[in-house]
């Protein structure tokens, strides 16, 4: 593998690590707040955000 190559796949790896940390904090942002309800197997489970 020349240098060329090796500073192309660096380049790639960094672009996909921001686009998935992108994907993550925007998700994570985009969650509502306030209370969450759950019914299943072990019973109700009432959470607050």
Known sequence: MN???GLYLVIGALVVAVIGL???VYQEESKPDG???SIGR???RIEEN
């Open 3 to 5: 240098r060329t190559n």
């Open 22 to 24: 992108g994907s993550y």
């Open 35 to 37: 209370v969450e309800v």
């Open 42 to 44: 072990d019973g109700v």
